[in-house]
């Protein structure tokens, strides 16, 4: 541990997560190139000012490793870092994988986000409580370092499903710090919940039950979250307050927005509009059906992929006249199941093409390849956008699209995306289980009129920039009684 700031970072703010905001490349010749990453929390922690904010997450690869290693502490350069403080805790490899591919991505995303059945068949033996005790062993190592770090009442935000222990474990070390936990997924009902070992669920619990505020991205989940504790724990639930043994913790809602003023910007760059331009010739004169996704369970691309063969299937007319455009980005490839299903999707997507495609007309054009300057170009030129995940805490593509949308873009919208609460009224809500269901919303979506289209476009990109990073990062701040010197 380093030392903790002097009294001149009263006000200090520290966020806690398993990805931070860099990431590092490792060369041949022992070079590290850094990647910054995008998102909420990136932007969110850009409101503070220089020097008040300090990032603890994980190393999570060899080139992370070396960039750590190389540094006291495993402080990054502040080059790497927009001129943040980065603190990249070196776990160890199999504490880390156990943790993070583990319990995390094959246990608690999967509870949460009600995939956690056949095939996944949960056994809880000698192997899963090996595994629990590095997740332990894991949030032990973020307390700590957090702890360390910590200036007296400084303000701490734990992100995430990887650190449900940790508000609790820094209680127990650092009484006076103002805590706080966001959960970015959906919670579980108590019925699903209750598969985890007793011992296990009470214990997730109750680490969040540790900060003073435990926040969500919509009313539903925080809501799950309630039922679960008086469920599991017999804790008392008034409001949005739930006390257990004597401690209150309050929950909180924060619709995270997307960042209206950063996309309109960024997307109509030059590299962006050689990107549409290529795009557009490769598929030629056509209507277009867009999805952007992390290839992912939970984001229900293959479904989707079968509701645009039964929109070909029922609906002839739009053979040869529409192209469904989905980029599907690899994601937690070490895990077996997500290999299985990112080979399913482009089986999926090839079968369609061989069945329907022609010499002029491509049914599907799948990339795999991440470029956030392409996806940028598919959002402006979308006619619909596809977004139907089986469940989501928030979903931010369907935040992302009506906002840089060229000529208006019907949203196909899942009703269980944490997004359907903002958006619901004028997007197509569908099931995203039902296939004939999705199809027949894409069909109306391609038929829209285009003033009504154009309404509707206009009122999501409102109501999906209501809650910018920014102001959804320093709302919570102030929810926890933590309001930062200086916000910018
Ligand atoms: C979700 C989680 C994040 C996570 C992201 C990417 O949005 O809520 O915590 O960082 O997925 O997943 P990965 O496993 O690549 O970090």
Request: charged residues 25%.
């Amino acid at each position: 541990g380093g030392s903790p700031a002097g009294p001149e970072a009263a006000g200090q703010v520290l966020v806690a997560s398993n990805r931070g905001p860099v990431s590092y490349a490792l060369g041949a010749d022992g070079s590290l190139t850094a990647k910054r990453g995008g998102g909420g929390l990136v932007s969110g922690l850009s409101a503070l000012e220089p020097g008040t904010g300090t990032w603890v997450c994980a190393a999570l690869g060899d080139g992370d490793r070396a960039a750590a290693g190389r540094r006291p502490g495993g402080r990054l350069d502040p080059a790497d870092t927009g001129g943040q403080v980065v603190r990249m805790l070196d776990i160890p490899p199999d504490t880390f994988d156990a943790a993070y591919n583990g319990i995390a991505n094959s246990v608690l995303w999967f509870v949460h986000h009600l995939l956690y059945q056949t095939p996944f068949e949960p056994v809880f033996d000698a192997g899963f409580e090996e595994q629990w005790e590095h997740y332990e062993a894991y949030n032990a190592a973020f307390a700590d370092a957090l702890a360390a770090e910590a200036a007296p009442g400084a303000a701490v935000l734990v992100q995430d499903y990887h650190l449900s222990l940790v508000p609790g474990l820094l209680r127990e070390r650092r009484p006076d710090l103002r805590v706080g936990h966001f959960s970015h997924t959906p919670w579980a009902p108590p019925e699903l919940f209750r598969v985890l070992p007793d011992a296990v669920a009470r214990r997730v619990l109750l680490g969040i039950l540790g900060a003073d505020r435990a926040a969500f991205l919509t009313e539903r989940w925080a809501r799950a979250f309630a039922d679960c504790c008086a469920d599991l724990l017999g804790a008392e639930v008034n409001g949005w307050e739930v006390t257990h043994e004597g401690r209150t913790t309050r929950l909180g809602v924060h619709g995270l927005g997307s960042d209206a003023a950063f996309l309109r910007d960024r997307a109509f760059r030059p590299d962006v509009d050689e990107r549409l331009a290529a795009l557009r010739e490769q598929v030629g004169d056509v209507r277009t059906i867009v999805r952007v996704d992390r290839t992912e369970l939970s984001k229900n691309i293959v479904r989707g992929l079968l509701a645009f063969r039964r929109l070909l299937t029922d609906r002839p007319r739009w053979r040869g006249q529409v192209t469904h455009i989905a980029f599907a980005y690899p994601s937690r490839q070490d895990l077996a199941v997500y290999r299985e299903y990112t080979a399913e999707v482009s089986r999926v997507a090839e079968e369609i093409n061989a069945a329907f495609g022609t010499e002029g007309w491509t049914p599907v054009v799948l990339h795999v390849k991440d470029d956030f300057a392409r996806s940028l170009a598919a959002y402006r030129m979308a006619d619909v956008a596809l977004v139907n995940p089986i469940r989501d805490g928030m979903n931010l593509v369907a935040k992302e699209v009506p906002v840089v949308s060229e000529r208006g873009c019907a949203l196909v919208l899942s009703r269980e995306a944490g997004a359907a609460a903002e958006l619901g009224e004028d997007a197509l809500l569908v099931n995203p289980y039902d296939i004939a269901g999705t199809a027949q919303a894409l069909h109306l979506a391609l038929t829209m009129d285009v003033d009504e289209r154009d309404r509707r476009t206009k009122r999501l990109s409102a109501a999906a920039t209501a809650l910018p990073p920014k102001t959804w990062f320093l709302e919570q701040l102030t929810a926890l009684g933590a309001p930062p010197a200086g916000a910018a």
